[in-house]
C-alpha cells in the first residue's frame, strides 16, 4: 500500500511550531511583523493573500496589509518598498504576484532588501541557495524537502527527477535535492525521451501546470512521487500534474491534490518570517 503523505498533518504541525516560537519571542518583546503587498484585485490574489493573513494571525505574526489601486505606479510601488525596508519592526516582505503588466516583477523582487525576501525569490537568496550560504528559500521547494524528511523518506543517494524548471519551483528544488545529496537531473519541454528519464526516479517531482499528464507509464515501481501542480479538472475540481489513481498502485509514497504540497507553502512561509528575525539581527 502506498503512504499517503499527508500535507495537511504536516503544514499543521508546523505552524504549530511556529507559533510556540513567535510567542516566545514575543514573551522576549519580539513581535514577528509580515507585510503584505497586493496591487490590483486578482481574485487568485485575493485568495492567496487572504490566506496568508489568516495563517500569520494564527501563528501570532503580525501582518501589515498594503491593498494598492491596479493603477498604482512602479515607482508608488517601489517607494512603499524602500519604506518597508526601512522600517526595523518590519521583519519580512511579500509582494504578492503576478503584478500588474506596466509594472516590472524583476525591478521590484530586486528592490526588497534580502533580508526581509520571505519568498526567497531575490538574486542574492537564489545565488545563496546555489552556493549554500545561509538565506531565504523559496516556500514550496523548502516544504516539499520537509515532506521527505518528515515522512521518513530519505533523499541522500537518491535519483531524484524534477519536471519543471521555473524559478520559484523547478530550479530551486534541484538545489534543494542536490544539498540533500541527491542525484537530480531536471527535465523540462524541449527534454527529449521524458519517460525514459522520470521512470528512473527514486523520488520524482511534478511542477508543470498540465492535469494529470504524469500517469504510470513515466513512473518507476516503488517511486515516492510528488505533485506540486494545482489545476481543475474537466469537472472543475483540483486536480494535480500527475494521474493520482492511475500511479497509485506503483508508487511507494505520494502526495495528494488537494491536501499535499500545496498547504505547505503558507507554513514555510510563516517559518520564513521566524527565519527573518535571525536573519535581521
Ligand atoms: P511554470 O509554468 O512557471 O513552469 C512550468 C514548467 O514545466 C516549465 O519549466 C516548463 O518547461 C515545464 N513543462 C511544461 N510542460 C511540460 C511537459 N509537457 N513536459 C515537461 N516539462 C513541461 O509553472 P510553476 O512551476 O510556477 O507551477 C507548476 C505547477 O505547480 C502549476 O500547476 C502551479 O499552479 C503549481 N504550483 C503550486 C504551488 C503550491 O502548491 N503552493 C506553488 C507554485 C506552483 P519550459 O521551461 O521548457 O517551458
Redesign the pocket.
Not at 519536471?163 to 521555473?166: F, K, M, N, P, Q
Not at 527535465?187 to 527534454?191: E, L
Not at 506540486?228 to 489545476?231: A, E, H, M, P, S
Given at each position: 500500500m502506498a503512504h499517503l503523505i499527508d500535507g495537511k498533518k504536516i503544514s499543521a504541525d508546523i505552524k504549530e511550531e511556529v507559533k510556540k516560537k513567535a510567542g516566545e519571542l514575543r514573551k522576549k518583546g519580539t513581535e514577528v511583523c509580515l507585510a503584505v503587498i497586493q496591487v490590483g484585485n486578482n481574485p487568485a490574489s485575493t485568495v492567496y493573500v487572504n490566506n496568508k493573513k489568516k495563517a500569520c494571525e494564527y501563528v501570532g505574526i503580525k501582518s501589515l496589509s498594503y491593498e494598492l489601486k491596479e493603477e498604482t505606479t512602479e515607482e508608488e510601488l517601489l517607494g512603499l518598498i524602500d519604506k518597508l525596508n526601512n522600517m526595523p519592526e518590519v521583519n519580512g516582505i511579500l509582494v504578492q504576484l503576478p503584478l500588474p503588466e506596466h509594472i516590472d516583477e524583476d525591478k521590484v523582487i530586486e528592490r526588497i532588501s534580502p533580508k526581509k525576501d520571505v519568498d526567497g525569490f531575490h538574486p542574492m537568496n537564489v545565488g545563496a541557495l546555489s552556493i549554500g550560504r545561509k538565506g531565504f528559500i523559496s516556500c514550496?521547494p523548502y516544504g516539499i524537502i520537509q515532506l521527505l524528511k518528515r515522512s521518513g523518506i530519505d533523499i541522500e543517494g537518491k535519483h531524484c527527477v524534477i519536471?519543471?524548471?521555473?524559478n520559484?519551483?523547478?530550479k530551486p528544488m534541484a538545489m534543494l535535492l542536490l544539498r540533500e545529496n541527491g542525484t537530480v537531473t531536471v527535465?523540462?519541454?524541449?527534454?527529449k525521451n521524458?519517460k525514459e528519464i522520470t521512470s528512473q526516479a527514486d523520488i520524482l517531482v511534478v511542477?508543470?501546470?498540465?492535469p494529470k499528464?504524469i500517469t504510470k507509464e513515466y513512473v518507476k515501481d516503488g517511486a515516492v512521487v510528488i505533485d506540486?501542480?494545482?489545476?481543475r479538472n474537466e469537472n472543475g475540481k483540483l486536480c494535480g500534474?500527475v494521474d493520482f489513481d492511475d500511479v497509485l498502485p506503483k508508487v511507494s509514497a505520494i502526495t495528494p491534490v488537494p491536501g499535499g504540497?500545496?498547504p505547505?507553502?503558507i507554513a514555510m512561509l510563516m517559518n520564513n518570517c521566524l527565519e527573518a528575525v535571525e536573519l535581521n539581527k
Open positions: 514550496t519536471v519543471g524548471r521555473s520559484i519551483v523547478g527535465v523540462h519541454s524541449r527534454t521524458i511542477a508543470i501546470g498540465k499528464y506540486v501542480g494545482i489545476n500534474d504540497v500545496g505547505m507553502t
